[in-house]
């Protein structure tokens, strides 16, 4: 049997595990998915430890992801971005990915939204970084929002062609943008926008990171103008749909994925 595991702190109420075993299920794989909660500075030791155990493979979440860094070999992605949610362990050595990166970007097409021109990113956190590089590696030319200015600043300066921006340009940046991005927690759990709404028109795409509610602030006031809207369990889905992928070599079946997840939603 494989067993595929998640370390984090806490991962109690982690939707992984429903939505990676429906995948084993529908494919007939002979495959677990597990939560693990090592201690807070413990993240080499779990790597070593699911090594030795011969896990098949391992997603990383907070407040694991930089410190894994160190314990495996970083792809080049995962290297700039300063975070691994994926883990092989199939090779000689663990190796780190980075696929929440790839899970907007492909949370986005899914909707028929193309990935070129311009998009905004709110957020500078560890959010706003994966989704930032991954739209940059994309060729969108990528404008970093930050309440607090100058971490958008130094995100911007690592992230190619982009530019950092204080939240209150929104409304400036906005005006000939394709793409927007919630990657602040804003709007989790509590009826709030990052966005104002009169920033918002019809010929953008907008992305919400946040899956708590499906349907946050942002995204109503974002349909009310005519925009296309994802939100985030889409990208929770392709973080995990790319995970899957890149651990079995087969192509996921992300209708049950997708199913199980909001079945739990
Ligand atoms: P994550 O890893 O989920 O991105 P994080 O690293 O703590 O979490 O980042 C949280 C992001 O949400 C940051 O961009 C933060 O802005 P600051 O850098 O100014 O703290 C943003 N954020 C959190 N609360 C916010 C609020 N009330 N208004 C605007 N931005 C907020």
Do not use: C
Not at 194 to 200: F, G, M, R, S
């Amino acid at each position: 049997m494989d067993v595929y595991g998640l370390i984090g702190n806490p991962v109690e109420h982690s939707l992984s595990p429903p939505m990676h075993e429906a995948a084993y299920e529908e494919l007939g794989l002979y495959a677990r998915y597990v939560t693990f909660e090592p201690p807070k500075d413990a993240a080499g030791d779990a790597i070593g430890a699911a090594e030795t155990l011969g896990l098949a493979g391992l997603n990383v979440t907070i407040p694991f992801k930089e410190a894994v860094l160190d314990a495996v070999e970083p792809d080049d992605l995962a290297a700039r971005i300063g975070a691994v949610n994926t883990i092989d362990l199939s090779g000689d050595r663990p190796t780190g990915h980075n696929t929440d990166a790839i899970g907007a970007v492909r949370a986005l097409e899914e909707h028929d939204v193309a990935i070129e021109g311009s998009a905004v990113v709110v957020g500078a956190g560890g959010a706003g970084r994966a989704v930032s590089f991954g739209l940059a590696e994309e060729g969108m030319e990528v404008a970093i929002a930050n309440r607090t200015v100058e971490k958008a600043h130094d995100l911007a300066a690592e992230v190619p062609g982009a530019s950092g921006h204080g939240i209150d340009t929104l409304s400036d940046l906005l005006s000939g943008a394709d793409v927007l991005v919630n990657a602040t927690s804003v709007g989790m759990d509590e009826d709030r926008s990052p966005v104002p709404a009169d920033a918002l028109h019809a010929e953008l795409a907008v992305l919400d990171a946040v899956y708590s509610p499906i349907e946050t602030r942002l995204l109503r006031d974002a349909a009310q103008t005519g925009a296309t809207t994802v939100d985030g369990a889409w990208m929770l889905l392709f973080q995990g749909v790319e995970a899957f992928e890149r651990w079995t070599g087969q192509a996921a079946p992300v209708e049950e994925m997708n199913r199980a997840l909001r079945g739990r939603l």
